[in-house]
């Protein structure tokens, strides 16, 4: 079992989540995060004064999948998510121990697969 967290832009969620779906994902996790990398940042203006805005919006996705899918998740959330500027995101995979469906007591694949 693998865990594919990534951080993306809030304005490629949409295609990210279609691209999920054709990819086999069967559930996901999203949250509203904030933060920064190579960004940095950016300055804005608001009534004429000048301010900085130093953690971004973005958007965690985390889906929970067998080891055989995960190459393939990733690929997908790369494809949606890339626009080639500075600030699409990152993707990691990790290991999982263990996965348990509280409602069936189900465990590992028969817990994430439909």
Known sequence: MKLVTAIIKPSRLDPVLEALKEAGATGLTVTEVRGFGRQKGKTEVYRGAEY???L????KLEVVCPADRAERIVDAIMDAAKSGKIGDGKIWVADLESV????TGERDE?????
Do not use: F
């Open 100 to 103: 348990v469906r509280i409602r």
């Open 110 to 114: 028969q817990a994430v697969l439909d």
């Open 52 to 54: 900085a805005v130093k």
């Open 56 to 59: 971004l919006p973005k958007m």
